[in-house]
Each structure stands twice: as structure tokens, then as C-alpha cells.
């Protein structure tokens, strides 16, 4: 799946190329006994009162596999059941580290685009996750209020690494499950996260123009990519225009 994500370009392997993406429950959180940095979050629905509580039960599943290698642009996606009203003890419930420290991510709340629940929320630091490095994510949320009348039932963690960073200027360039492509030193970004086992295909910069501060202000690629070596390929063109008037 290509797409953009918060003016990341990230390309996120789905599954089959016949199906939808794929939703992958994270593992049951049986206490995580590392301290961690507690999550932030932005777009968030609600706030904390009292009197909130048990009534319909929200579920949450990661769209992100367990102990897979994903490109420095991608976020961790949480899939809610239900539309939550209170998104603070979700936040709070989030710990997050890097090869073994805290480390500081927030989460940003939307309506699931493509369908795979309620609602979803994306969590990733305010650039992008350091490159060849092990992250933890502990979501303890079992029993935890989701707003009014509504109770998590779950609590998860997800494991994952992360791979290369390197820099790209125009041209076409492969990849392969697991790779990363960074545009000018880290300001655009394809991350490729490796739900299935094999994703391969090719993009092609066709256009790239820089602003003050080396900041990307117009990029044009098109892109080929096949998953499971399967066909046909998926392709298509994606442009970014911070001043799309001009």
C-alpha cells in the first residue's frame, strides 16, 4: 500500500494483492517492566471526566506485524472496534522505546480511510524512527475508559526494527521488503514495511524541488510494486505540493 502519511511517503505492504489491507493483532501485554516515554497526542477526541467508564467494549488491533523490519516513515496504526470520545488514557497507556530507552512518539486520531475500523490512530515521533534500531510499543489499555460508556478489552505491545536511511535525489531506484529511501537528507521518505514476505517493485522521481531550510516543496514519482512476486503489478503516481496554487 502507498500513501501518504503526514507528508511521509510510505509504502506499506498489505497482504495479497487481491485483498484488502491486512489488520494484525499485536501481541497480549503481560506487563512491560521497562519505563518508558509515555505517548502525546494530536487530532485527539475528547477529554478525561469522572464519570466515564464500562458499557461497549472498544478492541484494538495493529495494523503492524510483530518483529518485522519497517522503513523509518512508518507509523504504528491502532484499529479501534469502536469510535473512542476520550482519547487520554489511551495516551497515557502508551510506552514507547528505543533499543531499550524511552523515547518520545505521539499519536494522531482519524477516521479509518480505508475501513478497517471505527476509527484508527497513528503513532510515530516528530521526525522519523532512528534507522537500524529496536522499538517497543506497550499499549496498556485493558480496562482503561475510551469515553463514555466505553472500556478497552485488550492491552498489546508490538516489537519491530527498522532499517537503512539513506539519501535519493532524482532517478528511478528498486526496492525490496525492509528498505528505506530518504529524499534530501531525511525530508521525504518511502518506508516499506514488511507485512508480507516478499514486496519488490520500482519508483521513479520525476520531479523534486527544494525550499528554504532544504525543505521539499514539490515532489512528483511514479511507482511499480508487486507483492508475494504476484501480478498484476500495482502502479500508480503520487505528487506533493506544498504550495499546490502554484
Not at 48 to 71: M, Q, R
Request: contains cysteine.
Amino acid at each position: 500500500m502507498l500513501g501518504l502519511v503526514g507528508g511521509v511517503l510510505a509504502i506499506a505492504g498489505s497482504g495479497a494483492s487481491s485483498q484488502g489491507p491486512k489488520v494484525v493483532g499485536g501481541h497480549s501485554a503481560a506487563g512491560s517492566a521497562t519505563p518508558a516515554t509515555p505517548a502525546t497526542s494530536y487530532g485527539s477526541p475528547g477529554a478525561s471526566t469522572a464519570s466515564e467508564g464500562a458499557g461497549t467494549t472498544v478492541h484494538i488491533k495493529l495494523y503492524n506485524a510483530d518483529n518485522h523490519t519497517v522503513g523509518v516513515a512508518m507509523p504504528v496504526i491502532a484499529i479501534f472496534s469502536h469510535k473512542i470520545t476520550n482519547a487520554r488514557p489511551f495516551v497515557q497507556a502508551t510506552r514507547v522505546t528505543v533499543n531499550g530507552k524511552p523515547y518520545q512518539a505521539a499519536w494522531y486520531f482519524e477516521r479509518s480511510a480505508a475501513g478497517l475500523g471505527a476509527m484508527e490512530a497513528h503513532l510515530r515521533p516528530e521526525y522519523y524512527w532512528p534507522p537500524h534500531s529496536k522499538i517497543h510499543v506497550s499499549l496498556d489499555t485493558q480496562g482503561k475508559a475510551a469515553g463514555r460508556g466505553l472500556t478497552y478489552d485488550d492491552s498489546l505491545t508490538l516489537d519491530f526494527t527498522t532499517g537503512a536511511y539513506q539519501s535519493y535525489s532524482g532517478g528511478v531506484y528498486t526496492f525490496a521488503s525492509g528498505g528505506t529511501f530518504t529524499i534530501s537528507g531525511a525530508v521525504v521518505a518511502a518506508g516499506i514495511n514488511s507485512v508480507t514476505n516478499l514486496l519488490t517493485g520500482t519508483f521513479t522521481i520525476t520531479e523534486l524541488a527544494f525550499g528554504p531550510g532544504n525543505t521539499v516543496t514539490r515532489l512528483a514519482a511514479t511507482f511499480t510494486q508487486n507483492c508475494e512476486g504476484g501480478s498484476p503489478a500495482l502502479r500508480g503516481r503520487v505528487v506533493v505540493a506544498a504550495e499546490p496554487w502554484r
